[in-house]
């Protein structure tokens, strides 16, 4: 079966109009860092992912979920009190294996959450993309939804939905609306590109400049399939 269609949001609808449907498979792509992270804890043996749009719903959730880790950040730190950041790297096997994670992040959370009246929701990032893509050909409808970066445009999670509607569409799948189109125009071209376009981009220089630590998260980020799995939420 060929893919069917796929649309692409530029950031997360801040009202119901456009916001993924019950019909469609929805994929959340914070590549710097939310989506990446979740994808190596999910890939680490997490055993499911809630999704908090502010600290206190994640605190809230966790006395619903006692045995939970918090998980998240403001302003790229980890939020005080909390057990996890938003680094691919603390997040290990001997921290996640069979755990849930309320995860409360800037920005990925908010797509994550805007993504819920989907069929589904996977995670996508560069670190994962052609086994994302492999999930994705079965799909009759599918939405990217690009957390940004405080509902504004964030070039790294556009080339990433474009690289995806680029392999999309070379399997038959066939693009709706201007932002599928400006997204597609946007796609790296292999890992090199990828490479330069996260940590060139305006949020890789912010989480470089502060501190090693960082710059080796957006090292991991700009990565291109690197993992070989796509994981719904």
Known sequence: MAPGRVRVLLAPPRSSAGRPRADECAVVVDVL?????????????????????????????????????????????KIEGFDLGNSPFEYPVTAVTGRT???????????????????????????????????????????????????????????????????????????????????????PRDAREVRALVQGSSHGRDLRAMGADYARDVEFCAELDVLDRAFEI
């Not at 994640?58 to 918090?70: F, V």
């Not at 908010?110 to 079965?138: D, H, I």
């Open 33 to 77: 860092r939310a989506t990446t992270t979740l994808t190596v804890a999910l890939g680490h043996g997490a055993s499911r992912v809630l999704a908090a749009a502010t600290p206190e719903e994640a605190a809230a959730l966790r006395t619903a979920h006692p045995e939970a880790l918090l998980c998240g950040e403001r302003g790229g730190l």
């Open 101 to 187: 994670l309320v995860f409360a992040s800037t920005n990925g959370s908010q797509a994550l959450l805007a993504s819920r009246a989907a069929a589904r929701r996977l995670l996508g990032a560069f670190v994962n993309l052609s086994a994302l893509v492999e999930r994705l050909t079965q799909e009759r409808a599918v939405v990217i939804v690009c957390a940004g970066s405080s509902g504004r445009f964030a070039i790294e999670d556009v080339g990433c939905a474009g690289l995806v509607c680029e392999r999309l569409v070379e399997r038959g799948a066939t693009l709706e609306g201007p932002e599928s189109t400006l997204a597609r125009a946007l796609a």
